[in-house]
């Protein structure tokens, strides 16, 4: 069985026990939307291994976009920009790294626990008509029969446990070295500032992904940091977004694997939504349609219940 190990420090090299960390600014940025603190989450329950239930939670803004990431000591690399506006390319690559380490610690976490894989006894949970389905059709299916047998099957339960930990902790070498290899562009990247409502990018013949962003000159009052899955072909990929509020302005980052790239209609669609104020904010809210982990203006779902007073969300404080 694998140990997947969630308490170091995401900084490359780092040893150090992690701390929690905000993906995005408490002071400046969760602040600017919050009402007395707090704001309102969309964290769904999970009510089964494949399904979640919508649900909308009252949470302080000391825990929003918060999870354990980095160590006290690498925390400090982030201090201009949990002080000041992201305001030049070296901000934006810095919040991005900062963004895709706090969405995977949280996404792996979730992970581990939904499936127990650092339990060193859970592979017992594993039912002999799994371990049936497992063996089928690969080259130890005449092992099936002998799952009546206790040893066999325990034997049948260790494996499976140990291909899913295998397969989780090397998303988590590739995810790893992705960060590095951002870390690194923050680090060498030229700083240029970043102009007002004008759809940006940043890529390098290198690096295989593509940096997208956008400052509006007025606020959106939600705060969001989270990992899209999809497909590319026969290919998973993964889109890293974020949204960072601030009093009078909005900074949208998001980062694609450069094989979406190819898709002449996904990239028109992507033009469009940054050509007016209005598609921003419907641009926003289409990747909130298909995410967790957003952090949203009290007020703003208050005037959604008055809305929608058969929404299929329920609160926690109704």
């Known amino acids: 069985m694998t140990v997947i190990d969630t308490r170091k420090c995401m900084y490359p090299n780092c040893f150090e026990n992690n701390v929690k960390s905000h993906a995005i600014s408490r002071s400046i940025s969760l602040e600017s939307i919050a009402e007395d603190s707090h704001l309102y989450s969309f ?6 291994r494949d399904t979640k239930q919508p649900w909308l939670k009252r949470v302080s803004t000391n825990k929003a976009t918060r999870h354990h990431c980095f160590c006290d000591t690498h925390e400090e690399e982030f201090k201009n920009i949990d002080n000041h506006e992201i305001e030049n390319t070296k901000d934006v690559l810095l919040q991005v790294y900062r963004s895709l380490c706090v969405a995977f610690a949280q996404e792996r976490s979730s992970m581990i626990n939904l499936h127990r894989l650092n339990d060193a006894k859970f592979y ?54 992705l960060a590095i290899r951002v870390k690194l562009l923050s680090d060498t990247i030229e700083s240029k500032e970043i102009p007002y409502n004008e759809l940006q990018t940043i890529s390098f013949e290198s690096f295989d992904h593509t940096i997208f962003y956008y400052k509006a000159d007025f606020q959106i009052p939600v705060a969001l940091n ?93």
């Open 124 to 177: 017992r949970d594993i039912s002999a008509e799994k371990a049936e389905e497992f063996l089928r059709g690969s080259e130890y299916q005449e092992l099936i029969p002998l799952l009546t047998e206790p040893k066999a099957l325990e034997i049948v339960q260790k494996k499976m446990m140990f291909l899913l930990s295998e397969k989780i902790d090397g998303e988590c070498v590739v995810f790893e070295n």
């Open 226 to 318: 989270t990992i899209q899955h999809g497909r590319a072909g026969s290919t998973e990929v993964r889109v890293y977004t974020s949204v960072t509020p601030y009093p009078e302005s909005t900074v949208i980052i998001s980062m694609l694997p450069n094989s979406l790239l190819g898709d002449q209609v996904l990239v028109d669609k992507i033009n469009d939504y940054f050509s007016s104020e209005h598609k921003v904010v419907k641009y926003v809210e289409s990747v909130m349609s298909t995410s967790d982990g957003w952090f949203v203006k009290e007020s703003v779902i208050k005037k959604w219940q008055k809305k929608r007073k058969n929404s299929f969300v329920r609160t926690a404080c109704s």
């Open 43 to 48: 964290v769904p329950r999970q009510n089964s």
